[in-house]
């Protein structure tokens, strides 16, 4: 097993705490000395930078949530010096005021050893070629994968998303061994190969694919993998996580696959019931929360993330000490309340991809009949199948046992549902009131 860095990467877990104290008491005084609006509430609710001594003090320290971010738009959060920032991302704020990060220069040294990291922990070796097609521009994640894959040593091609036909061209022209961008996209992709008479196992020499942007489940996950040619080539997927607020991508699982490390050294994570907004135990689903420890422009404290996940404070089989997340269950924002139940779309998928005949192209579509709510998947199958009337009612049964409530099948022609380069879109809700 490869290491970025040995001593950091698997420090006891004792040391990681005492560092991650240490660093939020520095990085509270350093944002109450230098942010108003941050010096504001923390002095309204006590939690001033004299009185964070222990670790049960930082949970005195208010909740920051997007919402701060896009009121105190563009620069409300700086705590840092103007003069310094040498970087501007954000979100794109098609649903809303956008979401913005302001870098100085030790804010990306730091993004960009995160990410060298996570790359080697994945698998990465210096003379791979690596085709970058996560979005390049004001969105975070092209550039966090760019620069981290430099340091590592690799070969980069910044292709950025689209254009599908050059990306396989450049493939096989190049003998890419590594692929990056979101999983919707790997999965277009590959069926683009197919189409095109390119076998992924036999013209191509794809042996890891870094995909995040979007929650991906287990199941899409293996079938990205077969798909590609990433197991046949003796590699894999590997699941990426990150977020504007917290700078960007920021983490990744190791070969091993056990779950998603967050470096600790740089992040606090917390997990916390979003009703009671107390801690839950390591191994239980909540909410996750971070605080960036070391950024030093716009450091946000305990940021309430809205991801649903379990993570693992215990060593990973690879050695790094370091949190894990070892389940993600979808965000709190995802979930939709269809007569009085919550459906996640995370759930759906589940059920759809235990189905080999069944693709990877489907979308959840929620409407009204006569006043109720209705809920429909519309999917199309696997090329060559053919599905019938009892299939779809085993399906429909299946849902329902899964999500508590009833879930038509409707099977589409292939090549009708829509395609994504970028983040999928899976939810379709006719409602006159949209209801979320």
Same mark, same amino acid.
């Given at each position: 097993?490869?290491?970025?860095?040995?001593?950091?990467?698997?420090?006891?877990?004792?040391?990681?705490?005492?560092?991650?104290?240490?660093?939020?008491?520095?990085?509270?005084?350093?944002?109450?000395?230098?942010?108003?609006?941050?010096?504001?509430?923390?002095?309204?609710?006590?939690?001033?930078?004299?009185?964070?001594?222990?670790?049960?003090?930082?949970?005195?320290?208010?909740?920051?949530?997007?919402?701060?971010?896009?009121?105190?738009?563009?620069?409300?959060?700086?705590?840092?010096?103007?003069?310094?920032?040498?970087?501007?991302?954000?979100?794109?704020?098609?649903?809303?005021?956008?979401?913005?990060?302001?870098?100085?220069?030790?804010?990306?040294?730091?993004?960009?050893?995160?990410?060298?990291?996570?790359?080697? %922990? @994945? /698998?990465?070796?210096?003379?791979?070629?690596?085709? #970058?097609?996560? *979005?390049?521009?004001? =969105? $975070? +994640?092209?550039?966090?994968?760019?620069?981290?894959?430099?340091?590592?040593?690799?070969?980069?091609?910044?292709?950025? %998303? @689209? /254009?599908?036909?050059?990306?396989?061209?450049?493939? #096989?022209?190049? *003998?890419?061994?590594? =692929? $990056? +961008?979101?999983?919707?996209?790997?999965?277009?992709?590959?069926?683009?190969?197919?189409?095109?008479?390119?076998?992924?196992?036999?013209?191509?020499?794809?042996?890891?694919?870094?995909?995040?942007?979007?929650?991906?489940?287990?199941?899409?996950?293996?079938?990205?993998?077969?798909?590609?040619?990433?197991?046949?080539?003796?590699?894999?997927?590997?699941?990426?996580?990150?977020?504007?607020?917290?700078?960007?991508?920021?983490?990744?699982?190791?070969?091993?696959?056990?779950?998603?490390?967050?470096?600790?050294?740089?992040?606090?994570?917390?997990?916390?019931?979003?009703?009671?907004?107390?801690?839950?135990?390591?191994?239980?689903?909540?909410?996750?929360?971070?605080?960036?420890?070391?950024?030093?422009?716009?450091?946000?404290?305990?940021?309430?993330?809205?991801?649903?996940?379990?993570?693992?404070?215990?060593?990973?089989?690879?050695?790094?000490?370091?949190?894990?997340?070892?389940?993600?269950?979808?965000?709190?924002?995802?979930?939709?309340?269809?007569?009085?139940?919550?459906?996640?779309?995370?759930?759906?998928?589940?059920?759809?991809?235990?189905?080999?005949?069944?693709?990877?192209?489907?979308?959840?579509?929620?409407?009204?009949?006569?006043?109720?709510?209705?809920?429909?998947?519309?999917?199309?199958?696997?090329?060559?199948?053919?599905?019938?009337?009892?299939?779809?009612?085993?399906?429909?049964?299946?849902?329902?046992?899964?999500?508590?409530?009833?879930?038509?099948?409707?099977?589409?022609?292939?090549?009708?549902?829509?395609?994504?380069?970028?983040?999928?879109?899976?939810?379709?809700?006719?409602?006159?009131?949209?209801?979320?």
């Amino acid at each position: 097993m490869a290491f970025f860095d040995e001593p950091m990467e698997t420090m006891p877990q004792e040391r990681i705490r005492d560092t991650q104290l240490q660093k939020f008491k520095k990085q509270i005084r350093h944002i109450f000395e230098n942010n108003a609006f941050m010096r504001k509430r923390l002095l309204e609710t006590g939690a001033v930078p004299e009185e964070i001594k222990s670790w049960e003090d930082i949970k005195k320290v208010p909740f920051t949530q997007k919402k701060d971010l896009r009121e105190n738009y563009p620069l409300g959060l700086l705590s840092g010096n103007w003069e310094d920032v040498v970087r501007i991302h954000m979100t794109s704020g098609t649903t809303g005021v956008p979401t913005p990060m302001v870098y100085s220069r030790n804010d990306l040294e730091i993004w960009t050893e995160c990410m060298a990291r996570n790359f080697v %922990a @994945g /698998g990465i070796k210096k003379g791979d070629i690596v085709q #970058q097609a996560h *979005g390049l521009g004001l =969105f $975070t +994640g092209g550039f966090g994968f760019h620069y981290g894959l430099e340091r590592v040593g690799a070969k980069v091609i910044p292709t950025g %998303a @689209g /254009g599908t036909e050059r990306q396989l061209r450049l493939m #096989q022209e190049w *003998g890419t061994t590594v =692929f $990056t +961008g979101t999983p919707s996209y790997a999965v277009y992709i590959a069926e683009i190969a197919i189409e095109k008479g390119i076998d992924p196992v036999k013209d191509l020499k794809l042996r890891l694919g870094f995909h995040g942007g979007e929650p991906c489940s287990d199941e899409l996950r293996a079938r990205i993998s077969e798909r590609l040619g990433y197991k046949a080539h003796g590699g894999g997927m590997r699941v990426c996580y990150g977020l504007t607020e917290m700078g960007g991508p920021m983490a990744m699982d190791c070969e091993y696959t056990q779950g998603i490390h967050i470096w600790g050294d740089h992040y606090l994570v917390e997990v916390i019931d979003p009703v009671t907004l107390e801690d839950v135990e390591p191994n239980k689903p909540g909410e996750l929360v971070l605080t960036n420890l070391s950024f030093e422009a716009m450091p946000i404290l305990r940021y309430r993330t809205g991801d649903r996940v379990i993570v693992s404070f215990e060593t990973c089989e690879c050695g790094r000490t370091h949190p894990r997340i070892v389940s993600f269950l979808g965000r709190v924002d995802d979930m939709l309340l269809v007569s009085g139940t919550n459906v996640f779309p995370s759930q759906v998928e589940y059920v759809l991809m235990k189905h080999p005949e069944l693709s990877e192209n489907w979308q959840l579509v929620v409407g009204e009949k006569k006043g109720l709510h209705t809920l429909k998947v519309e999917i199309e199958p696997v090329a060559g199948v053919e599905i019938d009337e009892t299939y779809i009612l085993k399906l429909e049964k299946e849902l329902h046992s899964y999500l508590e409530i009833t879930c038509k099948v409707e099977l589409k022609s292939i090549g009708s549902l829509p395609r994504f380069e970028g983040k999928a879109v899976r939810v379709r809700d006719e409602r006159k009131n949209a209801m979320r």
